[in-house]
Nanobody
Framework: QVQLQESGGRLVQAGGSLRLSCVAS????????MGWFRQAPGKEREFVSA????????IYADSVKDRFTISSDNARNTIYLQMNKMKDEDTATYYC???????????????????WGRGTQVTVSS
Protein backbone atom coordinates (compact mmCIF):
# COMPACT_ATOMS: atom_id res chain seq x y z
CA GLN A 1 0.00 0.00 0.00
CA VAL A 2 1.04 3.55 -0.73
CA GLN A 3 -0.32 6.56 1.06
CA LEU A 4 -0.35 10.02 -0.48
CA GLN A 5 -0.77 13.31 1.33
CA GLU A 6 -1.28 16.54 -0.58
CA SER A 7 -0.80 20.00 0.87
CA GLY A 8 -0.55 23.61 -0.21
CA GLY A 9 -4.00 24.34 -1.53
CA ARG A 10 -5.54 27.69 -0.66
CA LEU A 11 -7.23 30.77 -2.07
CA VAL A 12 -5.08 32.69 -4.54
CA GLN A 13 -5.72 35.65 -6.79
CA ALA A 14 -5.79 35.32 -10.56
CA GLY A 15 -2.32 35.82 -11.96
CA GLY A 16 -0.75 34.61 -8.74
CA SER A 17 1.31 31.54 -7.90
CA LEU A 18 0.94 28.53 -5.65
CA ARG A 19 2.94 25.39 -4.96
CA LEU A 20 1.37 22.08 -4.09
CA SER A 21 3.21 19.21 -2.45
CA CYS A 22 2.50 15.51 -2.28
CA VAL A 23 4.34 13.12 -0.01
CA ALA A 24 4.22 9.40 -0.71
CA SER A 25 4.76 6.84 2.02
CA UNK A 26 4.43 3.10 2.45
CA UNK A 27 5.60 0.38 0.08
CA UNK A 28 7.62 2.43 -2.35
CA UNK A 29 10.41 0.75 -4.23
CA UNK A 30 11.75 0.60 -7.74
CA UNK A 31 10.48 2.93 -10.40
CA UNK A 32 7.15 4.69 -10.32
CA UNK A 33 5.20 7.59 -11.72
CA MET A 34 3.46 10.28 -9.73
CA GLY A 35 0.98 12.72 -11.10
CA TRP A 36 -1.49 15.46 -10.46
CA PHE A 37 -5.13 15.44 -11.48
CA ARG A 38 -7.83 17.98 -10.70
CA GLN A 39 -11.58 18.09 -10.49
CA ALA A 40 -13.62 21.25 -10.71
CA PRO A 41 -17.19 21.41 -9.38
CA GLY A 42 -19.58 19.70 -11.77
CA LYS A 43 -16.78 18.40 -13.97
CA GLU A 44 -14.93 15.15 -14.39
CA ARG A 45 -11.47 14.69 -12.98
CA GLU A 46 -8.80 15.65 -15.49
CA PHE A 47 -5.10 15.08 -15.92
CA VAL A 48 -2.74 17.93 -15.06
CA SER A 49 0.81 16.62 -15.01
CA ALA A 50 2.94 13.56 -14.28
CA UNK A 51 6.58 12.83 -13.59
CA UNK A 52 8.62 9.65 -13.68
CA UNK A 53 10.74 8.51 -10.75
CA UNK A 54 14.09 10.21 -11.10
CA UNK A 55 12.43 13.36 -12.41
CA UNK A 56 13.83 13.18 -15.90
CA UNK A 57 10.54 12.82 -17.74
CA UNK A 58 7.37 14.80 -17.26
CA ILE A 59 4.22 15.60 -19.19
CA TYR A 60 1.55 18.28 -18.94
CA ALA A 61 -1.98 18.94 -20.01
CA ASP A 62 -2.16 21.56 -22.73
CA SER A 63 -4.21 23.80 -20.45
CA VAL A 64 -1.36 24.16 -17.95
CA LYS A 65 1.71 23.79 -20.10
CA ASP A 66 4.05 26.79 -19.78
CA ARG A 67 2.31 27.82 -16.54
CA PHE A 68 2.73 24.80 -14.28
CA THR A 69 5.91 22.91 -13.45
CA ILE A 70 6.09 19.50 -11.84
CA SER A 71 9.19 18.45 -9.94
CA SER A 72 10.28 15.71 -7.59
CA ASP A 73 12.47 15.10 -4.60
CA ASN A 74 13.06 11.39 -4.76
CA ALA A 75 14.93 11.25 -1.48
CA ARG A 76 11.74 12.46 0.19
CA ASN A 77 9.29 10.66 -2.12
CA THR A 78 7.71 14.03 -2.73
CA ILE A 79 6.46 15.78 -5.82
CA TYR A 80 5.58 19.40 -6.26
CA LEU A 81 3.38 21.34 -8.62
CA GLN A 82 4.42 24.94 -9.09
CA MET A 83 1.48 26.85 -10.52
CA ASN A 84 2.06 30.29 -12.01
CA LYS A 85 -0.13 32.78 -13.85
CA MET A 86 -3.14 31.13 -12.33
CA LYS A 87 -6.56 31.48 -13.89
CA ASP A 88 -10.10 31.13 -12.65
CA GLU A 89 -10.37 27.83 -14.49
CA ASP A 90 -7.58 26.40 -12.34
CA THR A 91 -10.02 26.32 -9.42
CA ALA A 92 -10.42 22.68 -8.46
CA THR A 93 -9.57 20.00 -5.98
CA TYR A 94 -6.10 18.76 -6.87
CA TYR A 95 -5.31 15.10 -6.37
CA CYS A 96 -1.97 13.36 -6.23
CA UNK A 97 -1.73 9.94 -7.83
CA UNK A 98 0.83 7.11 -7.83
CA UNK A 99 1.49 4.39 -10.38
CA UNK A 100 3.96 1.65 -9.43
CA UNK A 101 6.36 0.46 -12.08
CA UNK A 102 7.32 2.13 -15.30
CA UNK A 103 5.76 2.37 -18.73
CA UNK A 104 7.31 3.65 -21.92
CA UNK A 105 5.11 6.74 -22.00
CA UNK A 106 3.76 8.43 -18.90
CA UNK A 107 0.04 8.00 -18.56
CA UNK A 108 -2.62 10.72 -18.62
CA UNK A 109 -5.29 8.16 -17.78
CA UNK A 110 -6.45 8.14 -14.18
CA UNK A 111 -7.31 4.46 -14.48
CA UNK A 112 -3.60 3.68 -14.70
CA UNK A 113 -2.86 5.14 -11.28
CA UNK A 114 -3.34 2.78 -8.36
CA UNK A 115 -3.14 5.10 -5.37
CA TRP A 116 -4.70 8.47 -4.71
CA GLY A 117 -4.54 11.20 -2.13
CA ARG A 118 -7.61 12.87 -0.67
CA GLY A 119 -7.02 16.11 -2.52
CA THR A 120 -6.27 19.72 -1.68
CA GLN A 121 -8.54 22.60 -2.63
CA VAL A 122 -7.25 25.38 -4.85
CA THR A 123 -9.46 28.39 -5.42
CA VAL A 124 -8.52 31.19 -7.79
CA SER A 125 -10.33 34.47 -7.38
CA SER A 126 -10.45 37.20 -10.00
Amino acid sequence: QVQLQESGGRLVQAGGSLRLSCVASGRIFGTYTMGWFRQAPGKEREFVSAIRWGGYTSIYADSVKDRFTISSDNARNTIYLQMNKMKDEDTATYYCAFEPGSRVELSRNEADYDYWGRGTQVTVSS
